[in-house]
């Protein structure tokens, strides 16, 4: 048997995936009991050796002690880390099981990690869709509530920026590819278009005034609702956080709030003659990109020459990226 971990809080989860533009961990926790609640408290739900297997084929987990559940969406997203968060401080790379991923089949997340690391950056680009700021490259069904939402947040005096909507799983692995602590993740909510990056004022947090309008939108924007009920989410706490700029709609259609909901899922998309995939689809304004890199590029473990252009985006200045 092997062990599961337990929930811990959305503080944890992000702290576990990401560093400072400046190179802190993240703004420092107030109170003991807020430093705790950043790191993952890892249980002993125990998982039989089968299931073990099951995950490890299906999802690429190593090793089920290190799975989690965050509090980003009502109810917990299964996580996975690659090492064990065991300080406040400790940055360690973190994925969502499920999500789609430039991971191939039967490819570990320690293996695929280690890939993206040691291949140049630009292997992963030259997708038709790599990045996007608009948001008619969101799913279709956030789309009008986040185009509202942005029209009352100046409505409310906010000066506000999108950097980033739409990214794809190439455009994600790019990111880590290029290192300096631009993403501790392969997985992400804008590779289904329920995330966009937005910048406040001149989007430097070290400018007095600029750190309170943020905090200010974050407290506004995670207050907001929709006509039809859905709410805006951050990272880590409106007034701390290792990724500003990120505002989500997660979708309990995504990702899994279980480890049983997990295995469940492999066994269905395993089987000899599955009607399901293992990772869950994005639901997208235009046919989403393999999150394969193409035949004609190739990384160390290939024998073509690659022949792309790095590209330019806003997304290259060093920042973490969820």
């Not at 300096?180 to 910048?199: E, F, P, Q, W």
């Not at 990109?289 to 330019?312: C, D, F, I, K, W």
């Amino acid at each position: 048997m092997v062990a599961l971990a337990c929930i811990v809080s959305l503080g944890a989860t992000a702290c576990a995936q990401s560093g400072d533009r400046r190179g802190k961990p993240f703004d420092k926790p107030d109170t003991t009991e807020e430093m705790m609640r950043d790191i993952p408290q890892y249980g002993l739900t125990p998982v039989s050796t089968a299931d073990a297997e099951l995950l490890r084929r299906a999802y690429g987990i190593e090793d089920p002690t290190r799975l989690y559940l965050s509090d980003s969406t009502d109810g917990g997203t299964l996580k996975y880390d690659t090492k064990r968060k065991t300080c406040n401080a400790c940055l360690v790379n973190s994925y969502h099981v499920g999500y789609i991923s430039v991971r191939l089949p039967g490819e570990s997340w320690e293996e695929v990690e280690h890939r993206v690391q040691t291949t140049k950056s630009k292997v992963f680009t030259g997708n038709p869709h790599p990045a996007s700021t608009s948001t008619a490259d969101l799913d279709p069904d956030i789309r009008p509530f986040t185009e509202a939402m942005l029209r009352d947040a100046k409505d409310a005096g906010f000066k506000l920026k999108i950097i980033a909507t739409y990214r794809s799983p190439l455009r994600q692995a790019y990111l880590m590819a290029m290192g300096k602590g631009r993403t501790h993740t392969l997985t992400s909510n804008h590779s289904y278009g329920r995330a966009l990056d937005i910048v406040i004022d001149n989007g430097n947090r070290g400018n007095r005034r600029t750190k309170q309008d943020w905090i200010a939108f974050r407290r506004w924007v995670t207050s907001y609702k929709t006509p039809t009920g859905e709410s805006f989410h951050v990272l880590g706490h409106v007034d701390r956080s290792w990724d500003w700029p990120h505002v989500e709609v997660p979708s309990s259609a995504i990702g899994f709030h279980s480890v049983d909901a997990a295995i469940a899922r492999a066994r269905e998309c395993l089987a000899p003659e599955a009607t399901v995939q293992c990772d869950f689809q994005p639901h997208l304004p235009f046919e989403a990109p393999s999150p394969l890199v193409p035949q004609s590029r190739t990384s160390n473990l290939g024998s073509h020459r690659v022949s792309a252009e790095r590209m330019s985006h806003p997304e290259d200045a060093k920042r973490p990226r969820r």
